[in-house]
Every structure is written in structure tokens, then in C-alpha cells.
């Protein structure tokens, strides 16, 4: 029930194109769903979320989709660039609870 | 603005020694605290959270052990390391009832050997 499916493991991108990292959630009570960006050696930074009354949230280069009757969202990252290369964590949480809840991570590779 | 400090950002530590990581935020009050872990291919691992001090809820059982003596001051502890509780350790805070999720240190890089 609190977990949180990320796929794939690691992505290899070119300069240019399009990464995107899924994620599927079991919990229904959760309502809220941000990404992480981690680079090496440092921790993890918020980038972007998003809440389920949304289906679509769009910052930068960067994009999430929602399809709550699938309980699944998924991370877009338009004309990935090399300094895009980073692991990337999706996490969940519901109203009332402060914990997020995070999948395993997504390693992506941008290759210039 | 808020910040949050994390130290050493590395350590080796022989099997069996003590361990003390520190945790503190400057520019807040009353945050909640989380510790967390990062091993290879296992992802995010919450270890123990605080939101308040001396109130600790531990999510997973181990070798280790946290407290929360001031506010914006919370500690990792082990008494006997193991060669298993290697990893890249995380602190991170948010705000309760905010939803603008967890802001995280640096990390340490801890080494048992």
C-alpha cells in the first residue's frame, strides 16, 4: 500500500531528446507526488511536483503527467541536455502524514 | 532563508566503533526532521523522523538509533557499527502541513571497514 514503482532503472539518452521516467503508486490516499533531482555526492533536490486535481504540470523543460485512474504519473524531460545526468527519484505522500514515500531511483545518462 | 548542515561529509569507521552524524537548520523553527540512507540500487531509505524534540519514530529496525536534543538538532547514532550500515546517509526537513516537500543536506559518505 505505501509504495512507490519506478521504472526504468537507468535511461541512455541523447543530447536533444526526450527522457521520461515512470512511476506507479499503489496508495490512494496520496495527493501529493514531487520529483527529486540527485547528483553525485550531493542530495537530493526538489524539482518538480505536482497534486491529483492536475493532469499535466509544466516547468521549464520539464513535465509531469498524471493519470489518476491508472495511479500513475511520470516525469518528462524535453531536449535533455547533458547536465540533465543525474538520478531521479519520484515519491508520494498523503494528507496528514509528513513522510514521502520514494521509488528506488532512475539513473539518467544524457550523452552529448 | 533556511538551511540545513550536515557533517563529516565523509567517515571511515572500523567495525564495531561508535558513530555520531550531525544534523542542524538554521532558519527555521519547529521543523520536521528525517534521516534517510542510500545504498546501491535500493533507492531512499527512511531510517528514523522527529517532529518534534525527543520525539523520534524509527520506520526500520537496525543497528542505529536517533535523537532530537534541540529543535533544529538531530543526531544519528550507533553504538557497534557494522560492515552493513555503510551508505550514503541524508538528512532532510520540512515544514509541518507544508507540502512543498523535503529539503535535503549534503550527506555523508560513510565507510565501514
Known amino acids: 500500500q505505501q509504495q512507490v514503482k519506478q521504472s526504468p532503472q537507468s535511461l541512455i539518452v541523447q543530447k536533444g531528446g526526450i527522457s521520461i521516467i515512470n512511476c506507479a503508486y499503489e496508495?490512494?490516499?496520496?495527493?501529493?507526488f514531487p520529483w527529486y533531482q540527485q547528483f553525485p555526492g550531493k542530495g537530493p533536490a526538489l524539482l518538480i511536483a505536482i497534486r491529483p486535481d492536475v493532469s499535466e504540470k509544466k516547468e521549464g523543460r520539464f513535465t509531469i503527467s498524471f493519470n489518476k485512474s491508472a495511479k500513475q504519473f511520470s516525469l518528462h524531460i524535453m531536449d535533455s541536455q547533458p547536465g540533465d545526468s543525474a538520478t531521479y527519484f519520484c515519491?508520494?505522500?498523503?494528507?496528514?502524514?509528513?513522510?514521502?514515500?520514494f521509488g528506488k531511483g532512475t539513473k539518467l545518462t544524457v550523452n552529448p | 532563508s533556511q538551511t540545513i548542515h550536515q557533517w563529516p561529509a565523509t567517515l571511515v569507521q572500523p567495525v564495531g566503533s561508535p558513530l555520531s552524524l550531525e544534523c542542524t537548520v538554521e532558519g527555521t523553527s519547529n521543523p520536521n526532521l528525517y534521516w534517510y540512507r542510500q545504498a546501491a540500487g535500493r533507492g531512499l531509505q527512511l531510517l528514523f523522523y522527529?517532529?518534534?524534540?525527543?520525539?523520534i519514530s524509527s520506520e526500520v529496525p537496525q543497528n542505529l538509533s536517533a535523537s532530537r536534543p534541540q529543535d533544529r538538532q538531530f543526531i544519528l547514532s550507533s553504538k557497534k557499527l557494522l560492515l552493513s550500515d555503510s551508505g550514503f546517509y541524508l538528512c532532510a526537513w520540512s515544514f509541518t502541513g507544508d507540502r512543498g516537500g523535503y529539503t535535503f543536506g549534503s550527506g555523508t559518505r560513510l565507510t565501514v571497514v
Open positions: 522527529s517532529v518534534g524534540i525527543g520525539q
Open positions: 515519491a508520494g505522500s498523503q494528507g496528514g502524514s509528513e513522510k514521502l514515500v
Open positions: 496508495n490512494t490516499a496520496f495527493d501529493y
